[in-house]
């Protein structure tokens, strides 16, 4: 499966492929791809130079299998300065995920300096020697950590790339490679002690700007829970600073162990 794509397109619609199946169950798919398919879809049907995808947030209600997946689009709002785009990820006729995208339009930065909290000072990607696939997941991305690993306690930091096409034959936009890889948020942020015991059922990705180059960086910088009900937060980074955040909501679910 090294080149298999997530999904390969069939008329209007999208057919799954084995590369896309998640941890929880063998025969359903990965929540990162199912957030990825939606981001794509709205940037191609609605997105534009003049605007940025600024907030990208997915419901995941049911887990899809491989049955063929169609994404249906609505506008909710379509202003000169704000969109907001409705999507939902339809399986096998059954509405599983429904996306909402908020679009603003590109202008002139006010003048004035606003604190922002410090840029991390990490070694890039290309200087890091240890390269971890998740062969446990079928290759669905590269790792290359800088500090930390799953579960373990204190900071976590890590480079993380693609592996494959989202859709076969076509190239994965700046926007889709980080919609693909803001469900890492959930098991980064959520795990512990070497196991990962919560499932998220969301995924919320703010950004002021789109990553530049295939690395996307994730550190941890938030973990709560409480009766099951748990929330995880990630800055997000390319390779000249921070681009914007990744917040997750999940539940308790019997634990998978995690490996790098």
């Known amino acids: ?35 990825g398919l939606l981001g794509a879809v709205i940037e191609q049907r609605h997105g534009g130079p003049d605007y940025m995808p600024a907030r990208l947030t997915v419901d995941m209600y049911r887990l899809p299998d491989l049955s063929p997946v169609e994404v249906s689009t609505r506008v909710i709002r379509d202003g000169y300065r704000i969109k907001v785009i409705e999507a939902e990820f339809i399986s096998g006729g059954v509405s599983m995920a429904k996306a909402t995208c908020q679009l603003l339009r590109r202008g002139t930065p006010p003048e004035g300096r606003v604190w922002s909290p410090p840029n991390w000072t990490v070694p890039a990607p290309e200087a890091i020697s240890i390269n971890y696939p998740r062969a446990t997941l079928g290759d669905m991305w590269r790792i290359r950590p800088i500090t930390g690993t799953f579960g373990s306690d204190g900071p976590r930091q890590l480079w993380m790339a693609e592996s494959r096409e989202l859709v076969g034959g076509e190239a ?29 059922t969301d995924v919320t990705l703010y950004l002021h700007r789109l990553p530049t180059t295939e690395w996307v960086g994730f550190e941890v910088v938030n973990h709560q829970a409480t009766d099951g009900v748990a929330i ?29």
Do not use: K
Not at 9 to 26: F, I, L, M, S
Not at 178 to 185: C, E, H, R, Y
Not at 187 to 200: K, Q, T
Not at 232 to 259: K, N
């Open 232 to 260: 995880g937060e990630c800055w997000v980074y390319d390779e000249q600073g921070a681009i914007g955040t990744a917040t997750v909501a999940a539940l308790a679910r019997q634990g998978m162990v995690l490996s790098t």
């Open 172 to 200: 994965l936009t700046p926007f889709v490679r980080v919609a693909l890889a803001a469900d890492f948020a959930s098991p980064y942020a959520n795990s512990g002690e070497g196991r990962l015991n919560y499932i998220n």
């Open 1 to 35: 499966m090294s080149n298999m794509p997530f999904f390969i397109r069939d008329g209007g619609g999208y057919q799954p492929t084995q590369a896309g199946v998640g941890p929880w169950n063998p025969n359903s798919l990965h929540g990162r791809v199912v957030i």
